[in-house]
């Protein structure tokens, strides 16, 4: 790379509160953030504050940070509001859940705009620009509009819906349009690749190749590509390593006074399927009591967006459903479910996996879910099974878990007691092979194969002649 890697996301690599500034954990920062640091480049982010200087501050580590300051009515408008009432729930096929707005949305266009304004200042003809998530859409259309021949590269987290879907959105042609400022997108599958050039074509009436994976518009040519994120599995290996894996399992099963152990870790989002996991053991310990008393579950729950109605009422449900369950089951020694609700460390996960004989990663809908893979890593050479959605975007690649329906409550049952009776050998075999697959894709192996694609396309937005832009048939 030879310019300076400028990265934008709606939050980077730290959080200001009060008068202090700490440091943000999360993959996206633990994997760009060698890159920006190697190039001396510049991040750009809100700060999760209100207002803010906007102001240079360095990290110490080598490179520059440059907050986005936001105003309550643009937080509200633009984060509360169109990315996470619009924006998530569409994405994840949960229209039911989109409260359309037009002032939100007039608010969302104006903070995209602010935020590409920055990066387009801290931007040099040589430099590359990335992108990052559902939050910032529109960003590269602004960028290029300014910077004509800026390299400019976007990834999208989630994921990326069916026409049908996508087309119910007022303002599909504008994000549509807003990613095509890109010479490169990427998304965690091969499905959400499909999905956005069938929107492409459909909704702009764009020229797409899924076959060579590009869409052409307005005279330029966009790659897109499937390039599906890891997890830091040197650190998650060096937390398996620091703990006695057997030790910890045995020790805490003794505490809850169990044999068999599940575990859940997930955000308290709609899209996880926390109530659906609830239903389906709620009905294994009613049809199957052979498991009452030999089988306890946990389930992890991170708060999250507590300020958006649809998560209060989901908080309710899930708090209802394991006093439900619980006051059904208990015997006063034994305690079915346990529900922690609060943020976790990586280190303290890397515990609660290492006990855990069954890990039940089921969400409604996925972009990709790390937690499956921080399980199969976390694991070591200890015996466990993962319980996988089949649309989460991971199980394109983790194909030897035990795939399921989250909507089958049959299903659901069915596959957590094939996962508790599996025999270890087998165990083992699909652990070993899923484990190989996590640490040959992991988040070094993401960003140098996302940016390698940057590479063999010129490492620039590449102009068509007007001849080439014009008058051909459909290639889609």
């Known amino acids: 790379m030879p310019g300076k890697l400028v990265v934008v996301s709606n939050r980077g690599p730290y959080v200001i509160r009060g008068r202090n500034k700490e440091r943000a954990v999360g993959g996206l920062v633990t994997a760009v953030e060698p890159v920006v640091r190697a190039t001396k480049g510049t991040w750009v982010a809100w700060g999760g504050r209100e207002g803010g200087s906007g102001e240079f501050s360095g990290d110490g580590a080598g490179y520059s940070w440059r907050e986005v300051p936001l105003s309550r009515e643009e937080i509200h408008g633009y984060y509360y509001g169109f990315a996470n009432r619009v924006l998530w729930p569409l994405c994840h096929c949960l229209v039911e859940k989109c409260e359309f707005s037009r002032a939100q949305w007039r608010v969302f266009v104006e903070v995209n705009r602010k935020f590409a304004h920055i990066a387009a200042g801290e931007s040099a003809e040589a430099d590359l620009v990335w992108v990052h998530d559902y939050h910032l859409p529109l960003v590269p259309a602004v960028i290029r509009r300014q910077l004509k021949n800026q390299k400019i590269a976007f990834f999208w987290h989630i994921p990326f819906p069916p026409r049908d879907v996508f087309a119910i959105l007022p303002w ?253 050998p087998e165990q083992l075999m699909r652990l070993h092979l899923l484990q190989q697959r996590v640490r040959r894709r992991d988040l070094r192996w993401w960003v140098s194969s996302f940016l390698a694609h940057l590479e063999t396309r010129d490492a620039a937005h590449h102009t068509l002649p007007r001849s080439a832009a014009a008058g051909r048939e459909q290639a889609y």
């Open 172 to 424: 599909a042609r504008e994000i549509l349009a807003g990613l095509l400022g890109s010479h490169l997108i990427g998304f965690h599958a091969s499905d959400y690749v499909e999905n956005f050039c069938q929107c492409a074509r459909d909704l702009l009436g764009a020229r797409v190749d899924p076959v060579q994976g590009w869409v052409e518009y307005q005279g330029r040519r966009t790659w897109v590509r499937a390039v599906p994120i890891g997890i830091d599995v040197e650190t998650f290996e060096t937390h398996q390593r620091g703990v006695e894996v057997a030790g910890v399992s045995r020790r805490l099963r003794e505490m809850l006074g169990v044999e068999k152990l599940a575990l859940s870790v997930d955000r308290l989002d709609y899209s996880k399927g926390i109530p659906e996991r609830l239903a389906a053991l709620e009905l294994l310990w009613e049809r199957h009591p052979e498991y009452r008393g030999r089988l306890s579950f946990i389930q992890i729950a991170v708060p999250t967006r507590t300020e958006v109605e649809a998560y209060r009422l989901l908080k309710r449900q899930v708090e209802e459903a394991v006093g439900r369950i619980n006051g059904r089951f208990s015997d006063g020694k034994w305690l079915p479910v346990y529900y922690l609700y609060r943020g976790f460390s990586q280190a303290e996960l890397a515990l609660y996996y290492a006990a855990a004989d069954v890990a039940l990663v089921t969400p409604l809908r996925d972009g990709l879910n790390l937690v499956a893979k921080e399980y199969l890593i976390a694991r070591g050479r200890q015996p466990g099974v993962l319980v996988l959605s089949k649309f989460a975007g991971a199980a394109a690649e983790l194909r030897e878990a035990l795939l399921v329906n989250p909507y089958d409550v049959e299903d659901m049952v069915a596959k957590i007691r094939l996962a508790l009776e599996m025999p270890g």
